[in-house]
């Protein structure tokens, strides 16, 4: 099974999906994969998420699928039988950091601050995602944590941009970066899957 650290290594970017569509679930997840990017996190921030991941787990085997916004146990389980293959969650509380282990699948647990970042690294966690990035700091702060904390990694996600991300990856302890703007909502709504494969594109092609 991969691990936290080899999720990092999938893509420079990692998507952010929001689906209002469940039918823009697949051509989303084609138009990505043509694109370069080999990972998507559907986030559960809308009612359609769920069926959006197990739509994409059946008809699109070849991304790396994880589940977002994982905030509580409950959508653990429920995005783990809908088959996602990692979770990732905007904070770290107990009992969702317990129900990511039961899972049985990798996760992203987020971290905002350097105690976070530290709790979690002794639960042996040293992939993480930061959130939200830019309101938390942003570059600077990154920069700051990596000569106390040199073993963590992280995908940095919230407020990043095309224009900002190849800044962020340019740091040592950041492995890729969260970024929704592959799938800006306009393309969504009218169904221009092409944009996206070409937006995937470009991001394909960041350096690290």
Request: with cysteine.
């Amino acid at each position: 099974m991969i691990n936290g650290h080899e999720l990092l290594a999938l893509s420079p970017v990692m998507p952010v999906v929001v689906l209002d569509d469940v039918a823009d679930a697949v051509p989303v997840a084609q138009a990505l994969l043509a694109g370069g990017i080999r990972v998507i996190e559907l986030t559960l921030r809308t009612p359609v998420a769920l069926a959006a991941i197990a739509r994409v787990a059946s008809e699109v085997p070849e991304i790396v699928l994880g589940a977002g916004t994982v905030t509580t146990p409950e959508q653990a389980k429920q995005a783990t039988d809908a088959g996602a293959k990692f979770l990732v969650t905007p904070g770290s509380t107990e009992r969702v950091l317990e129900a990511a282990f039961g899972s049985g699948l990798p996760f992203l647990p987020g971290a905002g601050t350097v105690s976070e970042a530290m709790r979690l690294a002794e639960q042996g966690l040293t992939a993480l995602k930061f959130f939200p990035a830019e309101p938390s700091g942003g570059l600077a702060y990154l920069k700051a944590l990596a000569d106390p904390l040199p073993q963590l990694r992280f995908c940095p996600t919230g407020g990043i941009s095309a224009q900002s991300a190849p800044s962020y990856l340019a740091l040592s302890t950041v492995g890729c970066v969260g970024g929704s703007w592959l799938t800006p909502k306009d393309a969504l709504v009218a169904k221009d899957f092409d944009r996206v494969t070409a937006l995937a594109r470009e991001a394909a092609t960041l350096a690290r």
